[in-house]
Nanobody
């Protein structure tokens, strides 16, 4: 059974940093593209960043230059380094992968940016 478990969220002041982790079990992640999404209260879930199986990355315009997605295939984990955080980054963050046309999501981790 494929499971994705996010961790690393929390409360941080504007300008601060957090690193989110997405650990997988039941599947080897290395052949698959991975993504981080977020959903703020009252808003639709939106794509934040993606990383291909070969390490190519893509970012939403709103986080470019501040967030970095990476993967450690030996640890079967994907990361999202978030710097220069803003209050508008407040959301539940989810990791995602698509395997054989099936979407897999973690349970999410809350990130709150507030003074």
């Amino acid at each position: 059974q494929v499971q994705l478990v996010e961790s690393g969220g929390g409360l941080v002041q504007p300008g601060g940093s957090l690193r989110l982790s997405c650990a997988a079990s039941g599947i080897i992640l290395s052949p698959y593209n991975m993504g981080w999404y977020r959903q703020a209260p009252g808003k639709q879930r939106e794509l934040v960043a993606t990383i291909t199986s070969r390490g190519g990355t893509n970012y939403a315009d709103s986080v470019k230059g501040r967030f970095t997605i990476s993967r450690d295939n030996a640890q079967n984990t994907v990361y999202l380094q978030m710097d220069s955080l803003k209050p508008e980054d407040t959301a539940v963050y989810y990791c995602n992968t698509i395997i054989d046309l099936m979407y897999f999501w973690g349970q999410g981790t809350q990130v709150t940016v507030s003074s």
